[in-house]
């Protein structure tokens, strides 16, 4: 297919069982280069767990995963190309941004001036320079995420994986990383991302992708997703993934709150 | 980052980490940053003196390492004392193993269960092997530098002694139980994993870590009694159960390859010492992966099914008078109960309080008959738990979640006084009469049921001293304050300490009055009631914030 060579990132009929849970049920997806992929579901329809397959850090899935072209499978060089900011937002916090952030470089293969330089300007514009040499466990949890997000692209990577990237970011700060997105997009990135927030998703992703317990319930644009059903792209989610109790499940909450009275 | 000599060291092996596919620059950086985070960590002992000072770049874990020098040399005269080796390898080795293997638990799990490192690492391009690697090799620096500060003092007494032969065998004896410590820590981890979660393992791992506080402190109260009732003319006699016992293993080969001494149990000792640990190092390294996945429920904190306590509100519904008082005495329960720091601060010196009145009671002994001891008044050491109260007590007001103190001024509480005798309260009632009814009980076998009246004396007294003690300290909200702003009021936990002597003293002098010690329970009991009322006069004026 001419789809496949053009192709940065496959996934066929993939599928993840942890124990008898089923958590992915075939998924199947081509990337090409320079898309923004917003990824949304619920929580538990499986985005980490395809986030995690993709880096590695899981084995013992079936089916297929290329990525630049090639199975993923007992490969660790594609990493060199993939920056990821995971969603437990993992970190040694017992080290300085600075230690941390050329820690990473190197294990990409750069050198230590050079990572040094790169991650000061980029904290730099992020407004964090001044925390550059203070440890991240007393940072707060918006800057946590820059530092998370600045280990993510040091190298230059031609794929980025974000999981909930925007977690604890105030909402100039979100502003900022949406513009960061759309400029690497322009210049050629692939962009696989995770959040809940749906107005961030609806803005800035030239194709969204929903999940729902384990399969691909939607593909396509924006405006793709509009045709099959009305409303925003949060009403089109609580379609799709058959939510629809929110209100009866407000008033009792409410109605709780109230009177005290279980129902 | 620090450079440190022990990478330096390494890098003169860099050729065989190349030879087995270890990416060295790689492997040496994960090191570097491991040891860097290692000396920001806090051990077990230096968390007990707690002044911790943020940019203080030593490692704290090398200065606690004079500890484990001082408990070596504590076993040298082990070396001495007996003709037989096995009795004398078998303890040591018995307190090398428990040393070592609690230490490994208390303050090295952060490492040994570090899920951290694999979405770090693996998500970047870094083999496996490489990461790897540099975890074995991280574990072996510590496992090294704690044997080697415990060990060494008895190695070259040993080596003087009884000679080149001993020494060695003495030294691959060390690195066999290494093997044996990792293993039996790592299966002890995947057992806890596999059948609870990972909550209950740090609760595992907090008590390890409560323990081996209690032990040393109270190891070195006890080792020098202890050679007083070391029979020395012990003739080692072989039993079933000692093969269950991998220490006594260890003794064994001593006596086989050094004494020539072909006993069957020393030969199958021996076997045990060579064959278990290789076999173990070998399983664990095959088992590996499967301890990793395990790792992963670590984080997980599987839906609770908390049974519901059968009545649990019986006794906070009798001691607690108001409504609000009940809403903070069982606050401060479960704070007491559940906060894992404020356990490792306060738990060992329970233990302390509960230990001292059997240490004062045996140096009793040397002056006394154990004949004479239940007709004498050997039962006032009780106060001698009582002289832990105070400092106990001052730990009542810091919290490892102090920020969540939030709750006292944000919610409408117009009256301070529930809070704090609620949380008096709960403080009597879960710490010390737990440990005064139980010695209470082990000493009315030992001294006969007179001494009821006694305890009856020293429980008003116990509580007395509570009172005064919050009385005297500053007048902070409880689980308040950050344990790095300890301040010990050492002045005033003294004079404490000294009122609880007082207490001791009259009570004393009132069984040398007819009648006395009667008056004496009349009078405490009146004081303990004006006390309790005049205490807790409190207002939100007096409380002092941080």
């Known amino acids: ?263 | 980052m620090k450079d440190f000599m022990i990478l330096r060291l390494l890098d003169k092996f860099q050729k065989i980490f190349l030879a087995i596919e270890v990416d060295y620059p790689i492997m040496r950086r994960i090191l570097q940053v491991k040891l860097t985070m290692d000396t920001r960590r806090v051990s077990t002992f230096m968390s007990q003196s707690n002044t911790k000072k943020e940019n203080n770049e030593k490692n704290y874990f090398i200065s606690s390492l004079w500890l484990y020098i001082l408990i070596g040399l504590f076993l040298i005269p082990l070396l001495f004392i007996s003709e037989d080796y096995i009795f004398a390898m078998s303890t040591i080795f018995g307190i090398f193993m428990f040393m070592i293997m609690t230490s490994l638990i208390s303050d090295f799990s952060s490492v040994l269960l570090d899920v951290k490192d694999k979405n770090i690492m693996m998500t970047r391009p870094v083999n496996s092997r490489t990461m790897n690697t540099a975890k074995a090799i991280h574990i072996f620096l510590y496992l090294f530098y704690l044997s080697i500060s415990l060990a060494g003092g008895v190695l070259i007494t040993s080596l003087i002694r009884f000679g080149v032969l001993f020494f060695l065998l003495f030294l691959v004896e060390i690195v066999l139980m290494n093997f044996l410590i990792i293993t039996l820590t790592a299966m002890l981890y995947t057992i806890i994993l596999k059948y609870f979660d990972g909550e209950k393992l740090k609760d595992v791992i907090n008590y390890v870590q409560i323990g081996l506080s209690l032990v040393i402190t109270v190891g070195f109260q006890l080792v020098a009694r202890l050679f007083n009732f070391v029979d020395l003319s012990i003739v080692f006699v072989p039993r079933w159960w000692q093969f269950l016992i991998p220490p006594v293993w260890f003794g064994g080969p001593f006596q086989l390859l050094l004494r020539g001494d072909l006993n069957i149990s020393y030969i199958i000792f021996s076997l045990l010492t060579l064959m278990i640990p290789i076999l173990a190092i070998i399983t664990y390294i095959r088992l590996m992966p499967s301890f990793e996945k395990n790792l992963l429920k670590l984080n997980e904190n599987s839906e609770k099914k908390t049974k519901p306590k059968k009545n649990p509100n019986i006794i906070s519904r009798i001691v607690c008078t108001s409504r609000e008082e009940l809403i903070f005495y069982r606050f401060a329960s479960s704070m007491l109960k559940k906060e894992r720091e404020f356990k490792l601060k306060v738990y060992p010196s329970l233990g302390f309080a509960f230990i001292f009145p059997y240490i004062f009671l045996m140096n009793q002994l040397q002056m006394q008959s154990i004949q004479e001891l239940p007709s004498g008044n050997g039962f006032l050491n009780l106060y001698f738990s009582a002289i832990i109260i105070p400092s106990i007590l001052i730990m009542i007001k810091y919290s490892g979640n102090y920020r969540g103190a939030w709750i006292y001024k944000a919610l409408p509480i117009d009256n301070v006084k529930p809070i704090f005798t609620g949380t008096i309260k709960a403080f009597v009632i879960h710490l010390v009469l737990p440990v005064l009814s139980i010695n209470s009980i082990i000493f009315i076998l030992i001294f006969g049921v007179r001494i009821i009246p006694h305890l009856l004396a020293i429980y008003l007294n116990f509580v007395l001293l509570t009172l005064i003690t919050f009385f005297m300290l500053d007048k902070n909200l409880p689980f308040s304050m950050s344990f790095n702003d300890i301040n010990k009021e050492s002045g005033k936990t003294i004079f404490l300490m000294i009122v609880g002597g007082i207490m001791a003293l009259v009570h004393y002098l009132s069984t040398l009055i007819p009648f006395g010690l009667l008056v004496y329970i009349i009078i405490l009991f009146i004081i303990n009631i004006i006390t309790w009322k005049k205490t807790f006069n409190l207002s939100w004026e007096q409380i002092q914030w941080n």
């Open chain 1, 1 to 263: 297919m001419e789809m496949n060579s053009k192709s940065i990132l496959s996934i066929s009929n993939l599928k993840m069982k942890f124990g008898d849970n089923e958590v992915l049920k075939g998924i199947n997806l081509e990337v090409g280069k320079g898309d923004i992929i917003g990824y949304i579901g619920p929580n538990g329809a499986g985005k980490s767990t395809t986030i995690k397959i993709l880096l590695g850090l899981l084995e013992g899935f079936t089916g297929e995963v290329k990525i630049f072209g090639e199975s993923i499978v007992n490969q660790i060089s594609y990493k060199k190309r993939i920056g990821y900011v995971p969603e437990s937002s993992d970190i040694y916090d017992n080290l300085s941004a600075q230690e941390y952030l050329t820690f990473i470089g190197e294990l990409y293969g750069l050198e230590h001036d050079q990572v040094n330089k790169k991650a000061k300007s980029l904290m730099k514009i992020l407004g964090i320079e001044d925390v550059y040499e203070s440890r991240i466990s007393s940072f707060s949890k918006g800057m946590k995420q820059k530092v998370l997000i600045i280990s993510s692209l040091l190298h230059n990577p031609d794929i980025l994986f974000w999981d909930e990237p925007l977690s604890g970011l105030d909402a100039n700060s979100v502003i900022v990383v949406k513009e960061i997105l759309s400029t690497l997009s322009l210049r050629g990135k692939t962009i696989f991302y995770s959040s809940h927030i749906m107005e961030v998703v609806e803005k800035i992703s030239n194709r969204i992708l929903l999940i729902s317990d384990g399969l691909i319930l939607a593909d396509g644009s924006f405006e793709q997703l509009r045709d099959k059903s009305e409303g925003s792209l949060e009403e089109i989610f609580n379609q799709l993934t058959g939510f629809n109790e929110h209100q009866s499940l407000a008033s009792d909450f409410v109605d709780i709150i109230e009177t005290g009275d279980s129902i």
